[in-house]
């Protein structure tokens, strides 16, 4: 279910440059429904603390795109980069109808400011034009999140999004413009989606796709994300989830784990001689 709100404004600074220092949200809730969401927190924003309807009820910044042109035509405005969608996905199912992104890329194009975007739809796809377009004239990096390559699998953990091969060809779509293209293989997601089978066909359709880097990042669990994501194990992966109890005693996995995880992927990294790196592309493109 989408709910229309008023926002009372389009961008969001951040506290810290990561390395872009601005937020941009047209959606709140995603209904991709990704068992490790790490937004489920920000439904409490909306909704007076609770915490409930993250996947289910959407809401859409109906004003989004008059707020967003008055704040990048402002003189002060200095073309930082934007990540789109930092909390959820701007390009989930409610996208196809509310059609916000041609009119926030529009503005970008516009006024020649750079932008991330990253998502496990090929509905950005749609946009393909308009992304080429600004990919010729500032930085723009499209990143597919992709956490396995076994489609069993990810209909459990990430049920309406699309199918990992589509999001790989998103990549490979994009690679035909001036866009600096990533793989998000993030959450890698310990004991279901951690295999070496696994790292290596995401590592070759990476390296394949020539993507300008691949950024890795283990599952972190804590607060209702925890919650939710022991419910799923003990659902769908009992054995899996007594295990999970040693493995995440905080937040972050067991730090052993971590280590041995990174050697593969490093290793890997290596082999196909892929760049972790999302900085560099950005900085090369805007020092042009
Ligand atoms: S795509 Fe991102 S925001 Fe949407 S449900 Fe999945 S993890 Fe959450």
Redesign the pocket.
């Known amino acids: 279910m989408c709910k229309e709100i008023t926002a009372s404004s389009a961008l969001n600074k951040l506290k810290r440059k990561i390395p872009y220092g601005w937020d941009l949200n047209i959606y709140r809730?995603?209904?991709?429904?990704?068992r490790?969401?790490?937004?489920?927190y920000s439904h409490g924003y909306m909704q007076k603390g609770s915490e409930d309807g993250?996947?289910s009820d959407i809401y859409v910044k109906k004003n989004i795109v008059d707020l967003l042109e008055k704040e990048l035509k402002a003189e002060s405005w200095q073309r930082e980069v934007i990540n789109i969608?930092g909390?959820?996905?701007s390009y989930?199912p409610a996208e196809k109808k509310h059609k916000l992104m041609p009119e926030i890329l529009k503005l970008m194009i516009r006024y020649k400011t750079p932008a991330i975007i990253s998502?496990?739809?090929d509905l950005v796809l749609r946009d393909y034009d308009l992304i080429d377009q600004l990919s010729r004239i500032t930085y723009i990096n499209i990143a597919a999140?992709i956490t396995t390559a076994d489609e069993e699998l990810r209909k459990k953990i990430?049920p309406?999004?699309s199918p990992s091969a589509a999001r790989v060809a998103v990549l490979k779509e994009f690679r035909k413009t001036n866009a600096s293209i990533g793989m998000h293989m993030m959450p890698i997601i310990p004991l279901l989606a951690d295999s070496s089978e696994n790292f290596e066909k995401l590592f070759s359709e990476a390296a394949d796709c020539g993507v300008d880097y691949l950024l890795p990042g283990v599952l972190y669990l804590r607060g209702k994300t925890r919650q939710a994501f022991f419910t799923f194990l003990e659902e769908e992966f009992p054995k899996e989830a007594l295990r999970y109890r040693t493995l995440y005693r905080r937040g972050g996995a067991d730090k052993e784990y971590k280590n041995r995880l990174y050697q593969v992927v490093n290793a890997l990294r290596d082999k196909y001689n892929l760049s972790g790196s999302y900085m560099k592309p950005m900085r090369e493109k805007l020092q042009q």
């Open positions: 809730g995603c209904s991709h429904g990704c490790y969401c790490y937004a489920i993250f996947f969608g909390i959820t996905d989930q998502t496990k739809s999140t990430e309406h999004s």
